[in-house]
């Protein structure tokens, strides 16, 4: 038997390190040519018009309010199920946040989920409604978009599980991230997500005045006049030191030549899992994959019904690790968080409790053997005593 299964790893190869050692060898480290070609490659994959490396995903997420110019008396919809940055990127705008439930068999904000986050903010300005394609699986991106539109809203795509990932919308298949129906999509290359550059991130945009604005935002908010003397910079705006070193963008470029493998990697092992767990429905199932949405997944994640199997989460995770398996919960509602509840109160989001209480995320990255979906199935049989 291998060794320890973490939830999700980095796959990191010769050339990837080749990629860095040549960028340490170069004449930039921070912001030389490599960050332009990471973006331009990246654009290019995803299909959208513009991109922007940043230094990692939050700062992404932040980028984006600045940019669409979210502030104070603003409210940005964000579902509960989430990593706490959906959620506080418009809280470092001064924008306070309303939860959307999500579906508890996928997780997903789902447009009931967000008629009804509509209706709680009320009379308040909504300017943006943050879906997360939660593990890799794509949310209902024109439903959701319309009704954004009709509230005078937004979407920003908080997109770093579905990296690879497409949802079939209207007869078209659109990667994640190409913006077809929001005005932003943000991306992470933290070590446990599709790409790894340690800390990173991209913003892609179709919108040329939003990508502009972005990426001045990134450094210090400095722009050059035109036909200014060269030493000439002006900061009509503040911003931030979100930029993301070159040496990164090497390792990034290195990784995004490999996306399609990794992808279908991803998906081999997800079906291999799903095969596998069939058996032992109802009591595990797989988190469910909307109709539209064709996932390369980030996360393995299972809903298991602990009371039936008469055990708790606790126990089970604990179990897993003795045989070697490590699992993770994705994740903690963020209306639970003690800041958003000492801001806001306790929301009342029974899908998001619903979903917390059952899910249990198991290893899925594409450096897993061939058996070891089997491996990670067994033992949670065993587990469970099926
Ligand atoms: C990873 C992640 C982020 C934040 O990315 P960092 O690069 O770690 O800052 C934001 N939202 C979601 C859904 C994520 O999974």
């Given at each position: 038997m291998?060794?320890f299964?973490p ?7 010769d050339?990837?390190?080749?990629a ?6 170069a004449?930039?480290?921070?912001t030389?040519?490599?960050?332009e070609?990471f973006?331009t490659a ?10 922007i490396?940043?230094?990692?995903g ?5 980028l984006?309010?600045?940019a ?14 989430t990593?706490?940055a ?7 705008v001064?924008a306070e946040v ?22 709680r903010?009320g009379?308040?300005?909504v ?13 209902d991106l ?9 509230a005078?809203?937004?979407l ?6 579905a990296l ?6 209207g ?6 991230g ?13 070590p446990?997500?599709?790409?790894a550059t340690?800390e ?11 990508a502009a604005k ?6 210090h908010g400095?722009v050059?006049p ?6 000439v ?10 930029r993301i070193?070159?040496?990164?963008c090497?390792l990034?470029?290195s ?7 990794f992808?279908?990697?991803?998906r ?12 032992m ?7 469910a994959?909307p109709?539209?949405?064709d ?17 708790t989460r606790?126990?089970?995770v ?9 699992t ?5 509602p ?6 958003y509840v000492?801001?806001y109160g306790?929301?009342?989001l ?5 979903w917390y209480?059952?899910?249990?995320t198991?290893p899925l990255?594409?450096g897993?053997?061939?058996?070891d ?14």
């Amino acid at each position: 038997m291998s060794g320890f299964l973490p939830y999700g790893r980095q796959t990191i190869e010769d050339d990837d390190i080749a990629a860095v050692a040549q960028a340490l060898r170069a004449d930039f480290l921070t912001t030389g040519p490599t960050v332009e070609a990471f973006e331009t490659a990246f654009k290019q994959k995803v299909g959208a018009q513009h991109a922007i490396a940043v230094s990692n995903g939050t700062a992404t997420l932040h980028l984006a309010m600045m940019a669409l110019g979210v502030g104070e008396g603003d409210v940005c919809i964000v579902p509960s199920v989430t990593f706490l940055a959906t959620a506080n990127c418009a809280r470092y705008v001064g924008a306070e946040v309303v939860f959307a439930d999500v579906d508890p068999d996928s997780g997903l904000m789902t447009p009931a989920a967000l008629a009804d986050a509509l209706a709680r903010a009320g009379e308040r300005r909504v300017r943006a409604v943050l879906p997360v394609h939660l593990r890799g699986d794509v949310c209902d991106l024109p439903a959701l978009k319309a009704m954004a539109s009709a509230a005078g809203a937004v979407l920003v795509e908080d997109a770093p599980h579905a990296l690879g990932s497409a949802g079939a919308f209207g007869n078209e298949a659109h990667p994640v991230g190409d913006c077809a129906y929001s005005s932003f999509a943000s991306f992470s290359f933290h070590p446990v997500k599709t790409l790894a550059t340690g800390e990173g991130g991209m913003l892609t945009t179709n919108d040329a005045a939003l990508a502009a604005k972005a990426r001045s935002l990134r450094g210090h908010g400095m722009v050059r006049p035109a036909g200014a003397e060269p030493w000439v910079y002006e900061m009509p705006e503040l911003g931030f030191n979100y930029r993301i070193p070159d040496v990164l963008c090497a390792l990034g470029i290195s990784q995004l030549a490999k996306l399609d493998r990794f992808v279908e990697r991803r998906r081999a092992l997800t079906a291999r899992y799903q095969a596998l767990l069939e058996p032992m429905s109802p009591l595990v199932r797989l988190a469910a994959s909307p109709s539209w949405s064709d996932p390369a997944l980030h996360l393995l994640t299972v809903l298991i019904d602990f009371e039936a199997a008469m055990t708790t989460r606790a126990a089970v995770v604990e179990s897993l690790k003795a045989q070697g398996i490590g699992t993770q919960v994705h994740y903690i509602p963020v209306h639970r968080q003690p800041y958003y509840v000492n801001r806001y109160g306790l929301a009342d989001l029974p899908g998001a409790d619903a979903w917390y209480g059952r899910c249990l995320t198991l290893p899925l990255y594409p450096g897993m053997d061939d058996g070891d979906p089997e491996r990670v199935v067994e033992a949670l049989a065993r587990t469970l005593g099926l």
